[in-house]
C-alpha cells in the first residue's frame, strides 16, 4: 500500500506598493497607531481589506465610472 504525501504549499507572491505621506501625515499616522496598539501596515491592511479582498475576479458594473457623471448644464 502506497504512502500518501502532502502536496507542498504553493509560495505566496507579494508585491510591494508605495506611496508617500508628509511629514504631519505620518506623524498623525503613527500617534493613532501608537494609541490603538497596532502598527501601521496592519492599520493601512485593515482599511483597504474591502478594496484588496472583494474585487479580485470583477467589479460590478456600478462601480464604473460613467463619461458624464454630472451633468450640471444639461438641459
Keep these: ?24 501625515q505620518k506623524k498623525s499616522l503613527r500617534n493613532y497607531c501608537k494609541a490603538r496598539k497596532t502598527t ?4 493601512i491592511k485593515k482599511m483597504i481589506a474591502p ?13 464604473y465610472n460613467t463619461a458624464n457623471q454630472l451633468d450640471l448644464f444639461e438641459e
Design 51 to 63: 478594496f484588496i479582498n472583494n474585487y479580485a475576479d470583477s467589479v460590478p458594473e456600478e462601480l
Design 40 to 43: 501601521p501596515t496592519k492599520l
Design 1 to 24: 500500500m502506497p504512502v500518501k504525501r502532502k502536496r507542498k504549499a504553493r509560495k505566496t507572491i507579494y508585491k510591494i506598493i508605495d506611496f508617500k505621506l508628509s511629514a504631519r
